[in-house]
C-alpha cells in the first residue's frame, strides 16, 4: 500500500462507465458549439489564463479530469509542459484524437501515482464534482503533496448543497453518477484544510446550460 492511501469510491466503476458512454457527445459537443470549451466563456478563460500566467516557469502540469483535452490542449498551446488524465478510457480515446500532439493517460484522482513535490501546477477542472465528499479531501491533500512549493492548484465545480443524482446526460445518454455541490465556503475550508492558500475565488451565476459555479486557485505556500 502506498504511504497516503486514499479511499476508492464505492460508485467508481459506474461512474466510469457513464462517462464512456457520453465520452462521444461530449467531445462532439465541445468541438461543435463551444460549450464547455474555455475559449466560449471569458471567465473561465481568464482564470485558466491566470493560472497559466502562474505556473508556466514552475514545472509540470497535470489536467485531472481531462477529458477531451480541451483545456490540456490549450495550455500546452502556451507552452506549458501538460498532461492529462482522466477516469474514463473512452474520454481519453476522444483526447488522443483531438489533440495528437498532448500526453494523456487513463487513471481515477483516486489512484494517481504522484510524486512529492513534483507539479508545478494541478487542475481539477469540472472533474472533482464526483467524488465522494468524504473522498475529495483525501485527493486534495494529494495535489498538495504533489505541488512544489509555490504551485498552484485551480478548481471549477458546481455551486450547491444537494449530492444530484444523474440519470441522463449529454443528448438524453444514460448514466449514472452523483455531482457532489458544493457551497464556496465549504470548499475553500477543504482546500485549505489540505494545505494550499486559496489565492483567488470567482463565482458564476447560473447560465443557460448550468447551475451555479465556483473557480478557486490556491497555492501550496513556500
Ligand atoms: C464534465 S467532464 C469535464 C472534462 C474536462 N475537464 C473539461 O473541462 O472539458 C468531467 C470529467 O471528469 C472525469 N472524472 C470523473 N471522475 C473522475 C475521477 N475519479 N478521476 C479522474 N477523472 C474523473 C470524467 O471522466 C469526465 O471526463
Known amino acids: 500500500m502506498r504511504a497516503h492511501h486514499i479511499d476508492r469510491p464505492a460508485d467508481l466503476d459506474v461512474v466510469r462507465e457513464s462517462y ?3 465520452a462521444d457527445n461530449y467531445a462532439h459537443m465541445v468541438v461543435t458549439t463551444g460549450i464547455g470549451d474555455i475559449r466560449s466563456h471569458p471567465w473561465l478563460k481568464a482564470s485558466i489564463d491566470a493560472f497559466a500566467d502562474t505556473v508556466s516557469e ?3 502540469v497535470l489536467d485531472v479530469g481531462c477529458g477531451p483535452g480541451t483545456v490540456t490542449a490549450y495550455l500546452a498551446e502556451r507552452g506549458l509542459d501538460v498532461s492529462g488524465v482522466d477516469l474514463s ?5 476522444n483526447a488522443r484524437r483531438l489533440h495528437p ?5 487513463v487513471a481515477s484522482a483516486t489512484d494517481l501515482d504522484l510524486g512529492e513535490a513534483s507539479l508545478g501546477g494541478v487542475l481539477g477542472w469540472w472533474s472533482l464534482f464526483n467524488l465522494p465528499r468524504d473522498v475529495l479531501p483525501q485527493v486534495l491533500a494529494q495535489f498538495a503533496r504533489a505541488l512544489k512549493p509555490g504551485g ?4 471549477a465545480t458546481h455551486v450547491g448543497d444537494e449530492d444530484a443524482v444523474r440519470t441522463e446526460a449529454y443528448g438524453g445518454v444514460p448514466v449514472r453518477w452523483t455531482t457532489h455541490k458544493w457551497q464556496p465556503e465549504q470548499l475553500v475550508a477543504l482546500i485549505e484544510q489540505a ?6 475565488e470567482l463565482r458564476l451565476p447560473p447560465e443557460e446550460y ?6 478557486v486557485m490556491a497555492k501550496r505556500p513556500g
Do not use: K, N, W, Y
Request: proline share 12%; hydrophobic share 40%; net charge positive.
Open 20 to 22: 464512456d458512454r457520453v
Open 58 to 60: 514552475l514545472g509540470p
Open 89 to 93: 478510457p473512452r474520454m481519453i480515446e
Open 101 to 105: 500532439q498532448c500526453r494523456f493517460s
Open 152 to 155: 498552484h492548484f485551480i478548481t
Open 195 to 200: 494545505g494550499l492558500h486559496p489565492v483567488a
Open 210 to 215: 448550468s447551475g451555479p459555479g465556483l473557480v
